[in-house]
Structures are given as C-alpha cells and as structure tokens.
C-alpha cells in the first residue's frame, strides 16, 4: 500500500524512484528526531540549582573585576592616600598592608614585591620594581612619586 502512496507521489513531484525514497527516510527521521525531542524534558538537564551556582560564581567575578577596576584608577592624589613619609613610601620598610594602599598594587603584586625583596637583599633604587612580574614601566610611571628607597645607612659605604 505504502508502494502505490510512493508511486503517486513519485508522479506527482516528478522525481526518481530513488530521490522519492532518500526524501521519505529523511522525513521519517525528522519526525523521529521531533518525536524523541519532544518526549525528553530539557528541564531535566538543567535544572534551576545548576543556573543559581553559575549566577553565583559570575556575580562574584563582577565583584572581584570592579574592585580590580576601582583600584586601577585610584587618584594616588586623594586624600585618604598617606604614606606616612612625605618623601613617599620606603621599599625597603614598607609591609603588604602599606603596599597595598599604593595605585595598581594589590595584595598579590605586595607579596611579590616582599619576595623580590627577600631574594635581592634591599631596593637599591625605586626603578628595582621592574625585577617584580608583573610590573612594567606603566606601572612604575605610576607608582615613582609615590615610593622612595632609603639609603641603607647602617652600613658604611
């Protein structure tokens, strides 16, 4: 019966035997792919518990991008900014806490500061800040003003 539906249409289209039964498999599958699609919930695999973790993990990057961004362009000229020396803040006494008050500096760029440091003995000049990764001559533009290395005095040169 399907064989005289096939021939009808056959006739009707104008096309091959064969064009006529690669047509009908290729809407059998369409209808199974419909059919099969339609009885699997999606909601099943995404569920609102996956979506609310995502949501939570993106608001906390927003959060930790705008503070990133907020001290990017801090004004070292603010008044809240008090190195406590007028001549800047010493490389060479300075603590993560203090170097973090600095422009562009945050708490991972103070340890790396701490740890180049250690390793070279002292700053001998405020330029010594470009042995830190991750601080160019951008940066040390920025923080020149702002830092001062003291002499060692103690011992005698």
Known sequence: MWRKWLYRFQEFVGITERECQTIMILVGLLVLGSSARLFTKSSDLYDDAYYAE?????????????SFEASLVRDPEEEDFDTGNPEGLDLNKATADQLVLLPRIGPTMAQRILRVRRQIGRFEYVSDLLLVNGIGEKTLEVLKDLVTVVPDTSQGR
Do not use: G
Request: aromatic share 8%; proline share 0%; charged share 45%.
């Open 54 to 66: 995502l949501d939570a993990e993106f608001e906390r990057l927003v959060a930790r991008s705008d």
